[in-house]
C-alpha cells in the first residue's frame, strides 16, 4: 500500500514567496491553516458551502445555473407537449426582449462601448 509521502502532492512543491509571507503574518485566529506531510503551512482559503441554500447570497451567475439544471430536469419529466411550447415560447420572448432592449441602449447610450473601455485589462 503506497504511503503518503509515495504520492505527489501540491504540498510537495515549494508554495510561491507570497503564501510563506501570509502564512508567517498569519495571526488570526479565525483563520484556518493547512498542514502539509513535509511540515510546511498553507492558508486554507475560505470557501461558500455548497450545502447551504441562501437565495439571497445568489449571483447572477447562479441563478442562470440553477435555471440550465431546471430546464435539464424538465427534459426527463413526462410533461405534455404543450408544457414545452409554452416553455420555449417563454424563452424565445424573453431572449427577444433582453436582446432588443440591449441593443436600444447601446445604440442610444453606446453603454456596452463605455463599459468595455472603463474595464481593466
Same mark, same amino acid.
Given at each position: 500500500?503506497?504511503?503518503? +509521502?509515495?504520492?505527489?502532492?501540491?504540498?510537495?512543491?515549494?508554495?510561491? @514567496? *507570497?503564501?510563506? &509571507?501570509?502564512? +508567517?503574518? &498569519?495571526?488570526?485566529?479565525?483563520?484556518?491553516?493547512?498542514?502539509?506531510?513535509?511540515?510546511?503551512?498553507?492558508?486554507?482559503? @475560505?470557501?461558500?458551502?455548497? =450545502? &447551504?441554500?441562501?437565495?439571497?447570497?445568489?449571483?447572477?451567475?447562479?441563478?442562470?445555473? +440553477?435555471?440550465?439544471?431546471?430546464?435539464?430536469?424538465?427534459?426527463?419529466?413526462? =410533461?405534455?407537449?404543450?408544457?414545452?411550447?409554452?416553455?420555449?415560447?417563454?424563452?424565445?420572448?424573453?431572449? &427577444?426582449?433582453? =436582446?432588443?432592449?440591449?441593443?436600444?441602449?447601446? *445604440?442610444?447610450?453606446?453603454?456596452?462601448? *463605455?463599459?468595455?473601455?472603463? *474595464?481593466?485589462?
Amino acid at each position: 500500500m503506497g504511503t503518503v +509521502a509515495d504520492n505527489p502532492t501540491p504540498c510537495s512543491v515549494d508554495p510561491p @514567496k *507570497s503564501i510563506e &509571507n501570509e502564512v +508567517a503574518m &498569519n495571526t488570526n485566529p479565525d483563520r484556518l491553516e493547512g498542514v502539509c506531510p513535509d511540515g510546511k503551512k498553507f492558508p486554507v482559503p @475560505k470557501v461558500r458551502q455548497t =450545502l &447551504n441554500v441562501n437565495l439571497k447570497t445568489w449571483g447572477l451567475l447562479d441563478w442562470i445555473q +440553477a435555471s440550465c439544471l431546471l430546464n435539464l430536469l424538465l427534459l426527463a419529466l413526462p =410533461l405534455p407537449g404543450y408544457f414545452f411550447i409554452g416553455w420555449f415560447l417563454f424563452w424565445r420572448v424573453g431572449y &427577444n426582449v433582453g =436582446l432588443g432592449l440591449i441593443l436600444k441602449k447601446q *445604440s442610444d447610450s453606446r453603454w456596452l462601448t *463605455s463599459y468595455w473601455k472603463k *474595464s481593466p485589462e
